[in-house]
Structures are given as C-alpha cells and as structure tokens.
C-alpha cells in the first residue's frame, strides 16, 4: 500500500483499548507502516488534519464512536480507506449499514494476518 512516491502508508488508528492499541501499534509500524494512534475519537477526528491512507477505528469508543470518526474522516479525507475493529457481531452488522461505503470490519480477537 504504498503512494505514487513510494512514502510509508499512513495508518490513524482509534482504539479506547490501551493494550490493544500498544500492540496493533507495534505490529504495524514493524510491518513498515507509520501509525498515529488516539485514544479516543475526538483525538483521532483532530489527527485528520494530516493525510491518511488508512483509518483503522474501533467502533465502541466512549465520546465519538468510529462510526462517526468514520463518516467525519470519509467527509474530509474522500480517497481514505476505513477498516472497523469490533468485539462485537451485532456491532458489526449495524455498523455496516451506517458505514461510509466500502468500510471493512475487522473482529476482535485481532489476528496480525
């Protein structure tokens, strides 16, 4: 996943999870990938003033959820990709309905492949 010139995708990941969070975050900048992580939603809607390839975003956080992460960030980034981290099928299944289009979900336990 890498740009036209060749620059680290940019990966802004919103997980309320701190021990997830730390670890996606290892396992992903190991994999070669630059990765700005937030707390939280609103920290992750105000990280959007940079370029992102990937919007990786829990869905249940307290405050902003990642469905609304995802529809500020799709509004304001159009080409961003958006994957969903959930625990939660149910979750999973409103969220795809709510989502912008294209939206993936990803289940918790995370798996690295």
């Not at 070669?32 to 249940?60: M, N, P, W």
């Not at 304001?76 to 299944?93: C, H, N, W």
């Not at 294209?102 to 492949?113: C, D, E, I, N, T």
């Amino acid at each position: 996943m890498r740009g036209q010139n060749s620059r680290m995708t940019r990966i802004l990941l919103a997980e309320d999870d701190d021990s997830l969070r730390g670890f996606l975050t290892r396992a992903l900048e190991r994999a070669g990938y630059e990765v700005t992580s937030c707390a939280d939603g609103e920290e992750a809607v105000a990280a959007l003033d940079q370029a992102f390839d990937l919007l990786l975003t829990d869905i249940v956080m307290p405050g902003l959820d990642g469905i609304e992460v995802a529809r500020q960030a799709a509004a304001r980034q159009p080409e961003l990709r958006i994957m969903f981290i959930t625990g939660f099928a149910a979750v999973a299944l409103a969220a795809a309905s709510q989502a912008p289009a294209g939206a993936k979900v990803l289940s918790k336990p995370v798996h690295l492949r």
